[in-house]
Structures are given as structure tokens and as C-alpha cells.
């Protein structure tokens, strides 16, 4: 996730520097939402195609052959004792909290249906 941060968006974001998760940060950041197109990055296709993934996907809708797809990506990041290794000091940043109501996974594994997001059965 990180190298697709710095590839897309800004190369100076490190995942280990808080500090540089402000500048350039991905546009829908309230929504947790990485960028507007699909997220064709290989790392989300290795992850999608992970036999572990798979098999956890397999268990919680009950079948055993699942069709996998790659949309959009989701990363929220924190809000809470945030420690900043430049200054030595924790933060809190309530300005990068995630809308309330919008988390969600366009899925439900109880209905016996998800969306064309992620993993469809």
C-alpha cells in the first residue's frame, strides 16, 4: 500500500512517518477511498489472488468457487496517539477521521450476494 501511495500520489509519503501522510494525500481521504479509478496495482492482484485470502472469502460466503475482481482500495488512517518520530510526541489529528457513515464494504456475506467489488459468488 505504500508503494502504490508514493507511486500514485506523492513520493516523499512513508509509511513509518506520519508526518508525511498530510501533503498530497489521496483525494476522498474522508471516505478512505485511494484515488477515483480502479486499483489495478500488483499488489492488490496478489493479495485478491492469495490462497489464504481466498479460502477466508470461501468460509464466510460458503462457496467454493468465487469469481475475484479489483476495484477501488480503502485505507484509513489513524486519528489516535499518532506518534510523530521528528518531534518525538504523540498527536491526535481528528481531521483525517474517516466519515461516520460511510465505512462500509459493499458486501454482506448474509445476504448470499456481494457486489462486484472485491469477490462475487
Not at 516523499?12 to 512517518?17: A, F, L, S
Not at 474522508?30 to 496495482?41: P, V
Request: charged share 25%; hydrophobic share 35%; aromatic share 16%.
Amino acid at each position: 500500500m505504500a508503494f502504490f501511495l508514493q507511486e500514485t500520489f506523492n513520493p516523499d509519503i512513508r509509511r513509518d512517518q506520519p508526518e508525511t501522510w498530510s501533503y498530497k494525500w489521496p483525494n476522498f481521504s474522508k471516505l478512505g477511498i485511494l484515488g477515483n479509478n480502479r486499483w489495478l496495482y500488483p499488489q492488490a492482484c496478489d493479495n485478491r489472488q492469495n490462497p489464504n485470502i481466498y479460502k477466508v472469502f470461501q468460509i464466510l460466503f460458503g462457496e467454493r468457487e468465487l469469481i475475484v475482481n479489483i476495484t477501488r482500495a480503502g485505507l484509513m488512517r489513524p486519528t489516535k496517539n499518532i506518534y510523530f518520530s521528528t518531534r518525538n510526541e504523540f498527536e491526535d489529528r481528528e481531521n483525517w477521521k474517516t466519515i461516520s457513515d460511510w465505512l462500509h464494504l459493499d458486501m454482506n456475506p448474509l445476504t448470499g450476494r456481494a457486489t462486484t467489488y472485491g469477490f462475487e459468488h
